[in-house]
């Protein structure tokens, strides 16, 4: 897994640079904007489906009570906090994910 780069100067983005943000990112070096690109966009979309079935088998399989269950929700959804930043792909224009 690598950290994505500026698509403008090659800048690679720092982890913590990448744990917040919203529609793009500008880069510290040339301060351009930083656009993930629709293909990256439609492809994390796609996770979410496979994270909500990964969760709810896992309290099938584990047999989890309430407060057990809600905590590892929590961790699924932090590590994939955490994965997120690595699956960036920038670009310098904000394309649309469907043309
Ligand atoms: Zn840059």
Same mark, same amino acid.
């Given at each position: *897994? ?28 040339? @301060? ?22 990964? *969760?709810?088998? @896992?309290?099938?399989?584990?047999? *989890? ?7 590892? @929700? ?5 590590? @994939? *906090? ?18």
């Amino acid at each position: *897994m690598r950290l994505p780069h500026c698509w403008n100067c090659n800048n690679l983005f720092k982890y913590r640079e990448l744990f917040f943000f919203l529609k793009s990112k500008q880069c510290s070096k040339c @301060g351009k904007q930083n656009y993930v690109t629709a293909k990256r966009r439609l492809r994390n979309a796609w996770s979410s489906p496979f994270v909500v079935i990964l *969760m709810f088998s @896992g309290f099938y399989l584990f047999n *989890m009570t309430i407060p057990i269950a809600i905590l590892y @929700g929590i961790f699924i959804i932090f590590i @994939g *906090m955490l994965i997120g930043p690595f699956t960036y792909e920038f670009t310098g224009s904000d394309e649309a994910l469907f043309d």
